[in-house]
């Protein structure tokens, strides 16, 4: 059987193969962002360039609030950056501790504590702890 597509231009995807087709014909995004702000109480910076979003904040607690006030799911996150080719790193003082995305490889850790589809850097969360800043 063969179907003829009906959809006009604009119209939203009634099928969850016509929301792929739309996800993959749509550009990659490049972001340019150099940005200082306030979350929960901690300072953060964001620097973003090219297809990556760097969210930089001062401590591990900081990191774990943040997560644990995200606005959005985790798998709602990472479908939306990947369909647009962005990937968020998470750094505690401008060492990497995880990130989710397009070019994330989700660890099999991240899951089974219940994460998602979430990249964890180890060494990135060791270097936060001990990195000074002068």
């Given at each position: 059987?063969?179907t003829?597509?009906?959809?006009?231009h604009?119209?939203?995807?009634e099928?969850?193969?016509?929301?792929?087709?739309?996800?993959?014909?749509?550009?990659s995004l490049?972001?340019?962002?150099?940005?200082?702000?306030?979350?929960?109480g901690?300072?953060?910076?964001?620097?973003?360039?090219?297809?990556?979003?760097?969210?930089?904040?001062?401590?591990?607690?900081?990191?774990?609030?943040l997560?644990?006030?995200?606005?959005?799911?985790v798998?709602?996150?990472?479908?939306?950056?990947?369909?647009?080719?962005?990937?968020?790193?998470l750094?505690?003082?401008?060492?990497p501790?995880a990130?989710?995305?397009?070019a994330a490889?989700?660890?099999?850790?991240?899951?089974?504590?219940?994460?998602?589809?979430?990249?964890?850097?180890?060494?990135?969360?060791?270097?936060?702890l001990?990195?000074?800043?002068?």
């Open positions: 059987m063969t003829i597509a009906t959809r006009q604009g119209d939203p995807p099928t969850l193969a016509e929301l792929l087709d739309d996800l993959e014909q749509r550009p490049s972001v340019e962002a150099d940005l200082t702000l306030q979350l929960d901690h300072t953060a910076t964001v620097v973003g360039y090219d297809d990556l979003v760097a969210i930089d904040l001062p401590s591990l607690p900081a990191a774990v609030s997560w644990r006030n995200r606005p959005v799911a798998m709602d996150a990472a479908a939306v950056l990947s369909s647009v080719g962005l990937t968020v790193e750094r505690v003082r401008g060492a501790v990130r989710i995305g397009d490889a989700p660890s099999g850790v991240a899951r089974r504590l219940g994460l998602g589809p979430v990249e964890l850097v180890p060494e990135g969360a060791v270097l936060a001990t990195r000074r800043r002068g």
